[in-house]
Structures are given as C-alpha cells and as structure tokens.
C-alpha cells in the first residue's frame, strides 16, 4: 500500500507540471514556492519542534541534504532547460535511466538480504528498454534538436543522468543507515527541501531585481499543491523502501520508476487525452514484463 501511494503521488507531480502549462503557470516561481511549502508541510507532519530544536549536525541525515539540496533544484533546472533547448525525450530519458546508479550501489556496496538471479537481471535490461520506448515522442521532435550532437548536450545530459542517480543513491544511502524512524525521515526530506528552497529564492531574486520579473499568484498557489504533494511522494518512497522492500534499492527503484511511468502514462490518457504512439504502447508492454522479472520473487512469497 505505501508503494501504490508513494507512486500514485509521484506520478502526480508529472500531471501537476502538465497542468501548469495549460494553466499559464511561471513553472521556476511554483518550484520556489514548491520547496518552501515541503518545509511548512514537513514541520506540520512533524509536529514535533523540539525534535527539530535538537537536531545534530552529528547525525548523517542533517550533513547529506546540505549538498542534496542543491543537487535536487539544479537538477530540475537542467532537465527544465534540456527539455527547451535539445529535446524532451533526451531530458526525460537520462532521468529515468539514472536508476541503474542506485541499483549498481546496492548490488556491489549496500549488504542486502537478497542477490539478482538471471531473470532479475533480464528483468532490468527491460527497464531500459521500456523507459526508452515509453519517453519516445518521435512524431513531436524537432529536426533541428534531434540534430544536435555537440560536446556541450552530451554533458548537459549526462550531468542530468549523474545528479538523478544520485539522490535516489542517497536517499537510499541515509534511509538504511541513519533516517530510520518516522521522524528524522520527515526532518532529512524537510532539510533537502529546505536548502533547494534557499538556492531558488536566491535565483528567484535575480529574476525579480535584474530581470524584472514579477511574481504570480497563480504560480505561488500552483507551487503550493505541488508542494504538498510532493512533500509526500518522499515521504512514502522511503516508508516503502524500509517497510515493503527491506531497503534494497536495487529492487526497489527499477519497480518504482517504471510504476511511475505506467501510473502517469494512465493518468495523462485519462485527464489530457494524450495519445501513444506504436513505440509507446510496446514500451509500457515492456515494463509490465519489467516489472514481473525485477519483483517476482516478492510476489511468489
């Protein structure tokens, strides 16, 4: 049950995102307000202010967010700005293929009670395929974006693969070896948020005081749904890979991202009406093949 939450959750935010074009929404504004509703949300969830008082910066799960913060805004930044200016597909695709990162670390660094066997691994090689098949837009490419092939991409993209696998490597990282009660799970998360939310005012600012931007409230009331829920998508990512998968990630986040992708895929038919094209439809065959292979020895016990 917490998986299906915390993926229906995460799929959302997705949705969220979709919505706000439609909607005129100023997308960096509500990612600001975003993270600063996460904090509010976190410390309401918490409701416990001398645990917050008391926070050490001896514990691993108060120092990690301090880098993972920034890592988190930069990392929707570049994807936002890869999107723009090379291609969708290139930015949604090293996103969703960065799980191999967690994956290999659980595999070769985290002690985990369970080892791949063959189909595991068969199983994995279809979520790559899948997370290719299921990203492909090809009918609304640009010649001129599925052209470029400079040094400068390459690195944009490849820097977005390397930022998302590692703060899903992380969050795994500190939810086994420190982050383990409820509360210091709801204080690490509000401490990441916290820090982006810093970083994003600061740029935020300069848009406002060189660029003359001005601040939306539509934006600031888009950011705050976002927030909420995206508050909450963290949240039961983690209660689901300490309860439901025993913290290992190298099951747990090839499942997680390709349910994303299925639950997100059914929502946008259902809500936008997005069509799928061939390539679309064999990929989400894939993932539910995916998914099977990676988890089968959890469903069979």
Not at 42 to 67: Q, R, T
Not at 126 to 139: G, M, N, P
Request: with cysteine; hydrophobic share 55%.
């Amino acid at each position: 049950m917490l998986f299906l939450i915390g993926v229906a959750l995460s799929a959302s935010l997705f949705l969220i995102f979709r919505a706000f074009n439609k909607l005129g929404i100023n997308t960096f504004q509500a990612i600001v307000t975003n993270y600063w509703t996460c904090v509010i949300t976190a410390l309401l969830y918490v409701w416990d202010f001398e645990a917050v008082a008391n926070i050490s910066w001896e514990n691993l799960w108060v120092k990690v967010p301090l880098g993972l913060g920034f890592i988190f805004i930069s990392t929707f930044y570049l994807m936002g700005f890869v999107a723009q200016n090379i291609s969708v597909s290139a930015s949604s695709v090293a996103a969703k293929i960065s799980l191999i990162i967690p994956v290999l670390f659980n595999l070769f660094f985290f002690n985990t009670d369970k080892s791949f066997d063959w189909l595991n691994y068969l199983g994995l090689g279809c979520v790559f395929i899948a997370i290719f098949l299921t990203s492909s837009k090809v009918e609304s490419e640009e010649p001129q974006a599925k052209s470029q092939k400079s040094w400068g991409n390459i690195i944009l993209i490849s820097l977005i693969f390397l930022m998302s696998g590692a703060i899903d490597t992380s969050i795994n990282w500190v939810s086994k070896e420190s982050a383990k009660d409820a509360t210091s799970q709801a204080l690490f998360s509000m401490l990441i948020f916290g820090v982006a939310g810093i970083v994003g005012v600061l740029i935020l600012l300069k848009k406002i005081i060189v660029d003359k931007e001005k601040v939306e409230m539509k934006s600031i009331l888009g950011g705050v749904v976002l927030g909420i829920v995206n508050y909450f998508s963290v949240i039961f990512m983690i209660r689901s890979l300490q309860v439901e998968f025993s913290n290992n990630g190298a099951f747990f986040f090839p499942v997680f991202n390709i349910a994303i992708i299925l639950f997100s895929t059914a929502f946008a038919i259902l809500l936008f009406k997005e069509k799928l094209n061939t390539l679309n439809k064999i990929g989400i065959g894939v993932a539910i093949i995916a998914i099977l292979l990676i988890s089968y020895q959890s469903i069979l016990n």
